[in-house]
């Protein structure tokens, strides 16, 4: 079984700083793991994924996220939080060997201060 | 893009009276998939479907049916509405271990 765990609901930041969103999963086989965003009114947009290969991801917007196998967490990053970095952000998984259960977070609201 | 468009994008309706939400896509994917969205729960798979006529349930089901009958359009029916089933409908396209494609949602309110 699949699980995926977001810690805090919601994160606050200054603009120009350090955005860190955490994710922890669960998996019984290696899985791929992605970064979704959503803006107000809207569906989610896929930020990164990572399937094979290097552990450290990048995405559009300047954001990446590393996958550490021995901690199973997946924490999304970027150096420095813009106003449009606003939104809300799901971390999702499913397994390698194919199937159509894409499991999702619960969700963090990114609120970014001026 | 996937060029999925939902409808209605929004919808009002009474408690006990049957609801189909629409989801149509034009890039020909062959599967197909239904999510609901809730505070604190992030999406949940309703259904999905892995071809025309071939569906199947997700996590939370109950309440819910949905037919396939083209490739295109992948239909969600609330067979008799409930105030729980209140919430916002997504409707999503893509093998699940590629990214998944959204729809732009439909917000649905049961009164």
């Known amino acids: 079984a699949q699980s995926v765990t977001q810690l805090g609901s919601h994160v606050s930041v200054s603009e120009g700083a350090l955005v860190l969103l955490r994710c922890n999963y669960s998996?019984?086989?290696?899985?791929?793991l992605f970064w979704y965003v959503q803006y107000p009114n809207q569906g989610l947009q896929l930020l990164l994924k990572?399937?094979?290969?290097?552990?450290l991801v990048k995405g559009i917007n300047g954001f990446e996220a590393e996958f550490k196998k021995s901690e199973t967490s997946f924490h999304l990053t970027k150096p420095s939080a813009h106003m449009s970095d606003a939104a809300e952000y799901f971390c999702?998984?499913?397994?390698?060997?194919?199937?159509?259960?894409?499991?999702f977070g619960a969700g963090t609201r990114l609120f970014v201060k001026a | 893009d996937a060029g999925i468009t939902q409808s209605p994008r929004h919808k009002v309706t009474e408690t006990g009276t049957p609801v189909t939400l629409r989801c149509h896509q034009t890039?020909?994917?062959?599967?197909m998939y239904w999510y609901r969205q809730d505070p604190g729960h992030g999406l949940r798979l309703i259904h999905y479907?892995?071809?025309?006529?071939?569906?199947d349930k997700g996590e939370v089901s109950d309440g819910y049916s949905v037919s396939r009958s083209k490739t295109e359009d992948f239909l969600l029916t609330l067979e008799s509405a409930t105030s729980s089933q209140t919430s916002v409908y997504f409707c999503?396209?893509?093998?699940?271990?590629?990214?998944?494609?959204f729809g732009n949602g439909t917000r649905l309110t049961v009164t």
């Open positions: 990572y399937t094979t290969g290097a552990t």
């Open positions: 999702a998984v499913s397994p390698n060997t194919g199937g159509f259960k894409t499991i």
């Open positions: 998996s019984s086989v290696p899985p791929y």
């Open positions: 890039e020909n994917h062959r599967y």
């Open positions: 999503a396209v893509g093998p699940s271990n590629s990214p998944l494609h």
């Open positions: 479907s892995y071809g025309v006529k071939d569906t």
